[in-house]
């Protein structure tokens, strides 16, 4: 009997850093089995599927790494995932997934592959090296779950799996029985074993997840299916005669290390031990894993023939501009013509993608190649809004996918070309995976933020206070161990500008440990205020009449407000009834078109505005999001505004509102409680109205860039 596969893993699932070129099921025996393939470089990489428990997600790590540059292919093991779940344990025998394996290659037209194993893969490999030899061309065993000594509490559970008892503790769990009554229960007791490391919440959470894709009866079936003991392992072991490594986590709680080093020993291959790493280290430490595989499976050709003395060569920086929103372009830009001035030879290349490229490319900023290889955060923070909310740490959570696939189009960046220095504005990729891999540092690093602090919302309760704070203490604790990772960390404000809020229970309070471990360059806006004083001169060059109030609606470089676009169009009509002269100019940006929002008259709708701020600087009146730059313009400019934070946006909601309250800025509302006729009315009282705003510092850039150029 076979249960067929259901789509409830694709309603969890995350924005990918890649998707696949080509997809497709195998079917053997009646079971369907689910394949995808990405890239078409060689050689070809097989990633086996794994224990049941889990799907070929267990692989989002290295897939899009390995894509770049290789055939990749994946397929859902038999019982999870997009592929069937017979209830016969004969069917998830070694032989069986050993022939799903060969029939996925048979379909792809693949004739030989790497093997890239991990736990329970590992006599799936074993059979195919030695009993297909010619379809493998190598073979890596990542923790692998082979019956060699010494055994694991894991191990020796099944010899009791089916005995029933009053109470279940520890592996008892590990009990057909205790699955069918508590499966979530026992599939977080399992997955947090396979996690040994501290801080790694979202990984539990995901395995969690993938565990919930299949039912216990399944996993019943796995434990009761055929199993290859020590004697065939050793059999097989003598028939392999391709290359093969073995990773083994040394913290690994499934499997043991020795046991992983017996194979490594058997197989005459390679070891790679990862001190303090556990059963998983290909999630948990991917960027290790990713370049083991890398230099195992295609080692680096001969260094090559043309080198440069370090003094003949030109000062180079890599600036990486985070992309969600452009106000990190901005200024980032500022900051770079300031560093210029100051090193009039240092040359800067830019990694960055839509909508930061815009921006770049329109000031003559050289963009690099690799910048194309970068998966999407903006895509992916847009594809978790809904209408006017955003629930910004949760986002950032799940974009861990794709966060490792570009710290690794970084990391080959930096490694092929020198650079002197690499500045990260709030490129998170950057800072936590070099804080995670701190050998790979080869240059002077620059880390600038505006913020500091993941803070929790109200209704996210004792869980998100709770996952806030730990992620908090991770990066307290990558900052103790790792103090002069960060060669300079500038923050992007005064001291006054940081919220009251401590980091969590037992840490510290955020001013008092960004005070310690930041500079503060003050506010860096791009432009002097000063220039616009003659708002009518301004205002006749932007082509505004006499006569005529401007309303300016902004949301920003990303695509997540157009639901706040479309409320305030919906007020114009009203608005313009009690604004007489009242003309709307909403602005799409680069990453909302134009043309599906509604028309009225006296309103036009326009897309991406470069340098934006000349038009803020000339307006009446701003309706904007909860962003920081648009708002710090605004203020700087002394222009009335209305901003919108973006629900559950701990940023806009905390960060920003506090700093905007400092400087006396702005009318904050909340769109859930306002109606296009209350829109309309905080227009007409705000347009125009004189404002008593802190004013805003102007050199700002020049004192990061000042700072940063001590560096060179």
């Not at 990773?247 to 070891?271: F, K, N, P, V, W």
């Not at 960046?413 to 490129?427: K, S």
């Not at 070099?434 to 933020?449: D, F, G, I, Q, V």
Request: charged share 25%; with cysteine; hydrophobic share 40%.
């Amino acid at each position: 009997m076979t249960a067929i596969a259901t789509p409830r893993a694709l309603a969890r699932e995350q924005t990918r850093a890649r998707y696949p070129d080509e997809t497709g099921y195998v079917e053997r025996n009646g079971v369907r089995v689910f394949w995808e393939r990405y890239g078409d470089g060689e050689p070809t990489i097989l990633f086996l599927p794994t224990w049941s428990i889990v799907h070929s997600r267990v692989w989002k790590a290295q897939v899009p790494y390995f894509a770049r540059r290789h055939r990749v292919l994946t397929f859902d093991g038999r019982g999870n995932g997009r592929s069937d779940r017979p209830l016969e344990p004969h069917a998830y025998a070694p032989s069986e997934f050993v022939g799903d394996a060969l029939a996925v290659m048979d379909a792809t037209g693949t004739g030989s592959a790497w093997i890239v194993s991990l736990s329970m893969g590992a006599p799936r490999a074993l059979l195919l090296g030695a009993d297909h030899s010619g379809r493998v061309d190598g073979l890596v065993f990542i923790g692998p779950a082979v019956p060699l000594p010494p055994p694991s509490p894991r191990a020796r559970a099944p010899e009791t799996f089916s005995e029933v008892r009053n109470a279940y503790t520890g592996w008892e769990k590990f009990n057909r029985h205790y699955w069918v009554e508590h499966h979530e229960a026992f599939l977080r007791f399992f997955v947090g074993q396979i996690f040994t490391e501290p801080h790694s919440t979202k990984h539990v959470e995901d395995a969690v997840g993938w565990g919930l894709d299949t039912e216990p009866e399944t996993l019943i079936a796995t434990i009761l299916a055929p199993s290859i003991d020590e004697a065939a392992v050793r059999d097989l072991g003598s028939r392999i005669h391709k290359r093969s490594l073995v990773i083994h986590g040394t913290d690994d709680a499934i499997r043991r290390y020795e046991s992983g080093a017996a194979l490594a020993e058997l197989l005459g291959g390679d070891l790679a031990s990862l001190e303090g790493s556990g059963h998983n280290p290909q999630i948990r430490d991917p960027v290790k894993v990713n370049l083991l595989l890398r230099d195992f499976i295609q080692p680096r050709s001969a260094p090559t023939s043309a080198w440069t003395r370090a003094r003949a060569r030109p000062r180079r920086a890599l600036h990486i501009s985070s992309p969600i929103g452009l106000g990190h372009a901005q200024r980032d830009i500022a900051i770079a013509r300031e560093l210029r001035a100051i090193v009039p030879d240092l040359e800067i290349d830019w990694l960055a993608q839509d909508p930061v490229t815009r921006v770049l490319e329109a000031e003559g900023e050289r963009v690099h190649p690799a910048s194309a290889e970068l998966a999407s955060e903006s895509g992916h923070i847009e594809s978790e809004s809904a209408e006017h909310d955003l629930h910004c740490f949760q986002a950032w959570r799940r974009m861990d996918e794709i966060l490792v696939s570009n710290f690794m189009v970084f990391h080959d960046v930096v490694e092929a070309e020198p650079y002197d220095l690499w500045i990260g504005d709030e490129a998170w990729e950057l800072d936590y995976f070099l804080h995670e891999n701190p050998e790979l540092k080869r240059a002077a690093y620059c880390w600038l933020t505006d913020f500091v602090g993941w803070l929790p919302m109200p209704d996210g309760g004792e869980r998100e206070a709770f996952l806030t704070a730990d992620y908090n203490a991770e990066m307290v604790e990558h900052i103790a161990r790792f103090p002069r990772l960060r060669d300079r960390a500038i923050f992007v404000g005064n001291p006054d500008d940081i919220v009251p809020d401590p980091l969590g229970p037992d840490l510290p309070l955020i001013r008092e440990w960004t005070e310690r471990h930041f500079d503060f360059a003050g506010y860096v806006s791009g432009f002097d205020p000063e220039a616009f004083e003659d708002r009518e001169a301004l205002r006749a060059e932007l082509g505004y009449r006499d006569g005529e109030r401007v309303c300016i609606v902004s949301v920003g470089g990303s695509g997540v407000g157009a639901h706040l676009l479309r409320r305030v169009i919906e007020a114009h009509p009203v608005a313009a009834t009690q604004v007489p002269g009242l003309r709307t100019i909403v602005v799409a940006g680069p990453r909302i078109d134009p043309d599906s929002l509604p028309r009225h008259d006296g309103l036009e709708v326009v897309g991406y505005v470069h340098n934006l701020y000349r038009h803020l600087a000339a307006c009446d009146l701003a309706v904007v999001q909860g962003g920081l730059t648009t708002a710090m313009e605004l203020t700087a400019n002394r222009r009335p505004f209305i901003y919108f934070p973006l629900g559950h946006h701990f940023e806009q909601n905390f960060h920003v509102r506090h700093r905007l309250e400092r400087y006396r800025a702005g009318r904050c509302m909340d769109i859930a409680s306002s109606s296009p006729e209350a829109i309309a009315a905080a227009i007409a009282e705000e347009i125009g109205r004189e404002v008593d705003y802190r004013p805003v510092e102007t050199d700002g850039a020049r004192r990061a860039a000042q700072r940063i150029a001590e560096m060179l």
